[in-house]
């Protein structure tokens, strides 16, 4: 039995997230669904219109994941998982859902454990330095022993 996942999130991240997982992964269109929290919405209309998507996701277990703990997107969330059937986790970036897609199949405490290890291991500092900013070295300053044997 497939996981399946509920991204909440500010608008129009929800369904972005949805569209790059949609892409790496175009068998997962039933297994992920998206709520774009609207800034003219109440908490309590998107609380409704998320507990129609999970009845709709049908008996399956739910990964939630929103944006930003403590935002309304994870508000509502918050209110919608019960901690067996459903879990939540809020700090949602792209590496940590592509890896949710890639393991739906487990079970959900393990799927949450995958999940939050990808999203954590997607952040990383890269060079900072451009390669055309960094040092070169020029003919006259090889080592003269690079051409021994």
């Given at each position: 039995m497939n996981n399946r996942i509920l991204i909440i999130a500010h608008a129009p991240l929800a369904h972005a997230l949805r569209q790059c997982a949609l892409h790496v992964f175009p068998d997962c269109e039933h297994d992920i669904r998206a709520v774009d929290v609207q800034p003219n919405l109440s908490p309590e209309e998107t609380l409704h219109t998320a507990r129609i998507m999970m009845h709709e996701m049908g008996p399956n277990p739910i990964l939630v994941l929103s944006d930003v703990f403590g935002a309304t997107p994870c508000n509502v969330a918050q209110k919608l998982v019960d901690g067996r059937h459903s879990r939540l986790l809020a700090g949602v970036n792209l590496p940590l859902l592509l890896r949710a897609v890639t393991y739906r199949n487990e079970a959900l405490d393990s799927l949450v454990e995958k999940a939050l290890a990808g999203?954590?291991?997607?952040?990383?500092?890269?060079?900072s330095t451009a390669p055309q900013n960094q040092t070169r070295r020029t003919p006259r300053d090889q080592n003269h022993h690079d051409h021994q044997q």
């Amino acid at each position: 039995m497939n996981n399946r996942i509920l991204i909440i999130a500010h608008a129009p991240l929800a369904h972005a997230l949805r569209q790059c997982a949609l892409h790496v992964f175009p068998d997962c269109e039933h297994d992920i669904r998206a709520v774009d929290v609207q800034p003219n919405l109440s908490p309590e209309e998107t609380l409704h219109t998320a507990r129609i998507m999970m009845h709709e996701m049908g008996p399956n277990p739910i990964l939630v994941l929103s944006d930003v703990f403590g935002a309304t997107p994870c508000n509502v969330a918050q209110k919608l998982v019960d901690g067996r059937h459903s879990r939540l986790l809020a700090g949602v970036n792209l590496p940590l859902l592509l890896r949710a897609v890639t393991y739906r199949n487990e079970a959900l405490d393990s799927l949450v454990e995958k999940a939050l290890a990808g999203g954590i291991q997607g952040v990383m500092a890269v060079a900072s330095t451009a390669p055309q900013n960094q040092t070169r070295r020029t003919p006259r300053d090889q080592n003269h022993h690079d051409h021994q044997q």
